[in-house]
């Protein structure tokens, strides 16, 4: 089956303790990226990756890091995690990051720091 | 700078009544895509259409249809006879064609349909 793989679903942090939410895509796609979710704001981009070792800052990217070491994985980095990261996150994939095919998207974090 | 508003926060109905969710966007660029998501209470993103700025068609799938205008800037999604398995929140989303890689997604509107 198709589908972008996060783990995990549900995670609570303290403040500082470094994380990080794996993403993964079985469907060949060379265009990952990363989102969040906050109430009233929808999704905002975080991280994007054109392809391996391709990366680019989106709207939001302060207090994250990336990496694209293999074109099925694309994990999101937290160092040091603070409560105003608190949030719902998605890691989606495409055919292209040209936004003609659409975007896959994984079930979602739910990240709680506290 | 783009920009996506679903003026609509939240959108009560009762079954079988017709429900029209508003998108509306600014962009001053000549070619993009948009696309509609429904978010469940599960919690996923479910692709719904994608639209593309040439393409001014409006589309039907079952009780789904579309409606672009690009003299208003807006791209409107009707569900006819809702359905309570409707019930989630729909995002309208605008990325500009070739090269910016990074979608400007709307606030989002939650449909909640009773019974």
């Known amino acids: 089956e198709a589908q972008v793989t996060q783990n995990p679903r549900y995670l609570i942090t303290v403040t500082g303790k470094k994380l990080t939410v794996t993403c993964s895509q079985n469907m060949n796609h060379e265009y990952m990226s990363w989102y969040r979710q906050d109430p009233g704001l929808g999704l905002r981009q975080i991280y994007y990756?054109?392809?391996?070792?391709?990366?680019d800052k989106g709207d939001v990217p302060e207090g994250y890091k990336v990496s694209r070491k293999e074109k099925r994985n694309f994990p999101l980095i937290l160092e040091s995690p603070s409560p105003n990261q608190t949030s719902l996150y998605f890691c989606a994939s495409s055919i292209s990051g040209q936004g003609n095919y659409g975007y896959t998207f994984g079930s979602g974090t739910r990240l709680t720091v506290v | 700078a783009q920009k996506v508003t679903q003026a609509q926060t939240e959108i009560s109905v009762v079954e079988k009544e017709d429900v029209t969710l508003d998108c509306v966007y600014e962009t001053r660029d000549t070619t993009y895509y948009l696309f509609w998501y429904k978010q469940p209470p599960s919690g996923e993103l479910v692709f719904l259409i994608r639209?593309?700025?040439?393409?001014?068609q409006n589309e039907i799938s079952g009780r789904y249809s579309w409606n672009f205008q690009k003299s208003t800037s807006s791209f409107n999604f009707t569900i006819t006879a809702s359905q309570v398995v409707d019930s989630a929140v729909y995002f309208c989303a605008l990325i500009k064609a070739g090269g910016s890689y990074i979608p400007t997604f709307g606030r989002g509107t939650s449909l909640i349909v009773h019974p």
């Open positions: 990756s054109m392809n391996v070792e391709v990366t």
């Open positions: 639209r593309n700025s040439f393409d001014e």
